[in-house]
Antibody
Framework: QVQLKESGPGLLKPSETLSLTCTVSGGSISSYYWTWIRQSAGRGLEWIGRIYGNGDTIYNPSLKSRVTMSGDTSKNQLNLKLNSVTAADTAVYYC?????????????WGQGTLVTVSS | DIVVTQSPDSLAVSVGERATINCKSSQSVLNSSNNKNYLAWYQQKPGQPPKLLIYWASPRESGVPDRFSGSGSGTDFTLTISSLQAEDVAVYYCQQYYTTPWTFGQGTKVEIK
């Protein structure tokens, strides 16, 4: 059973960098596609991007200039960085697995972590 | 981006009755080369992440009760709960994965009448 757990600061100031880690158990990150999705009251569910274990990434064009995803196979962890945050980046951030060959079928989700951007 | 629109935004159904949620995409998500519709349905209960119910528009994820069914093709899709149970109270989302960025509908809240 794959389990994912997000961690990172819950409160940021505008212009800071959001950094989240997702620890994966029950499966190697090298063998699957993984994705980050955020959810806010204003924007609903928003796809941030996808990463394969070898580091191959695709980002949402709306966030591409500010996002970096990476993986640490030695720790079986995924990382998300989002630069220059504003209040509009306040959301629950989920890491998840894009199973079924990497198509956007999100079959395992973390519990999510709330990130609030406020001065 | 493909825009995905659900209707209604909310509905209230009696226990044991049928609930129907519609999902429309701004362009076809049917791949004619493999005849697959790149559309999924998720259920989200309060305080929980979304849970995958249906993928490729109709196959159920393992463990999903058979009262949940998906149908449709091209741009118009439906999630049906054939006999609503109290535990089905949730927000339901459809999602297209035909192209990136993957996009979700705004959600439909299902309640008990």
């Amino acid at each position: 059973q794959v389990q994912l757990k997000e961690s990172g600061p819950g409160l940021l100031k505008p212009s800071e960098t959001l950094s989240l880690t997702c620890t994966v158990s029950g499966g190697s990150i090298s063998s699957y596609y993984w994705t980050w999705i955020r959810q806010s009251a204003g924007r609903g569910l928003e796809w941030i991007g996808r990463i394969y274990g070898n580091g191959d990434t695709i980002y949402n064009p709306s966030l591409k200039s500010r996002v970096t995803m990476s993986g640490d196979t030695s720790k079986n962890q995924l990382n998300l960085k989002l630069n220059s945050v504003t209040a509009a980046d306040t959301a629950v951030y989920y890491c998840a697995r894009a199973g079924y060959g990497g198509w956007g079928i999100v079959d395992y989700w973390g519990q999510g972590t709330l990130v609030t951007v406020s001065s | 981006d493909i825009v995905v629109t659900q209707s209604p935004d909310s509905l209230a159904v009696s226990v044991g009755e049928r609930a129907t949620i519609n999902c429309k995409s701004s362009q076809s998500v049917l791949n004619s080369s493999n005849n697959k519709n790149y559309l999924a349905w998720y259920q989200q209960k309060p305080g929980q992440p979304p849970k995958l119910l249906i993928y490729w528009a109709s196959p159920r994820e393992s463990g999903v009760p058979d009262r949940f069914s998906g149908s449709g093709s091209g741009t118009d899709f439906t999630l049906t709960i054939s006999s609503l149970q109290a535990e089905d109270v949730a927000v339901y989302y459809c999602q297209q994965y035909y192209t990136t960025p993957w996009t979700f509908g705004q959600g439909t809240k299902v309640e008990i009448k």
